[in-house]
């Protein structure tokens, strides 16, 4: 989802590390948008509306009493309006569900994220409905691949940047565009902490990571170049060139040995 406005001066860093109590109320944060996951994806099929997504993950998230985070999220003149992002083939995220069906070769990009007990999660992933195209299937496994090379790089000691060049690095080795414009996050007390986690190496900042950092990072793989629009909804991303695009996402937590994933299912 978009940033909004940093509280913190142009160049502050503000990063918020967890202690265990509230690293306990993260991970319930996460097990609920994991397990909402877990029911959901089934229901991605040919003939499906967006919209029907998006409705069952609203119920199942209020049901077990968390508060669906990107709805309402934004510009008071603009909010997003779902519960679920829900961004199909050129649509790269922020896509907005509703009485659009899914169709045979889809690939579809589910993104969401939870306040529960006033801690935060976010995750995404990206499926292909049948028949999978040999170009789509690959797209869809090189940016889960960029994914998990990236929590590789996550330690104690490391720097953002590395978790940056893993995915960049990956992507580009197959030949596909990275997405500059949106990055990855810190996450937990908010939907979106400092430090950014870019899927590039720029001249950002280069913060490095600690035990107790909880991070969002979500490698946006497209099967062509990297340039990205926005519509005139104010929300979805599309690829520049038309060509499909890939979405995975995990909220982990730096520990001190390590990385644990929060939001696997
Ligand atoms: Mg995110």
């Known amino acids: 989802m978009k940033r909004p406005g940093s509280q913190a001066q142009k160049g502050t860093l503000v990063i918020r590390l967890k202690n265990e109590k509230q690293m306990a109320g993260i991970k319930a944060s996460c097990r609920?948008?994991?397990?909402m996951y877990a029911e959901l994806r089934p229901r991605i099929a040919a003939g499906v509306t967006t919209g029907e997504l998006d409705r069952f993950a609203h119920a199942y998230i209020v049901e077990h009493g968390g508060t669906p985070a990107f709805l309402n999220y934004g510009?008071?003149?603009?909010?997003?309006?779902?519960?679920l992002c829900v961004s199909i083939n050129e649509e790269?995220?922020?896509?907005i569900p509703g009485n659009r069906v899914i169709r045979p070769g889809d690939v579809v990009g589910i993104d969401s994220g939870i306040e529960l007990?006033?801690?935060?999660?976010?995750?995404?992933?990206?499926?292909a409905v049948p028949p999978v195209a040999p170009e789509t299937e690959k797209l869809l496994r090189v940016t889960r691949e960029c994914l998990e090379r990236a929590i590789a790089a996550v330690k104690p000691g490391a720097?953002?940047?590395?978790?940056?060049?893993?995915?960049?690095?990956?992507?580009?080795?197959?030949?596909?565009?990275v997405v500059r414009q949106?990055?990855?996050?810190?996450?937990?007390?908010?939907?979106?902490?400092?430090?950014?986690v870019p899927n590039y190496v720029g001249s950002g900042p280069n913060p490095r990571i600690v035990p107790g950092m909880v991070i969002a990072i979500e490698p946006m793989i497209n099967a062509g170049g990297d340039g990205v629009a926005e519509l005139d909804d104010g929300w979805t991303i599309v690829t520049l060139d038309g060509s499909a695009s890939a979405h995975f996402e995990h909220t982990v937590a730096?520990?001190?040995?390590?990385v644990e994933v929060l939001t696997a299912w």
């Open 117 to 127: 007990g006033g801690f935060y999660s976010d995750a995404a992933f990206s499926v």
């Open 75 to 83: 510009d008071r003149s603009n909010p997003f309006p779902a519960t």
């Open 159 to 177: 720097r953002i940047h590395d978790v940056s060049r893993a995915v960049f690095s990956h992507a580009r080795a197959n030949g596909f565009g």
């Open 32 to 35: 609920l948008l994991s397990d």
């Open 254 to 258: 730096v520990t001190a040995t390590g």
């Open 182 to 196: 949106f990055c990855g996050h810190g996450v937990g007390f908010s939907q979106h902490e400092d430090p950014q």
């Open 92 to 95: 790269v995220i922020h896509g």
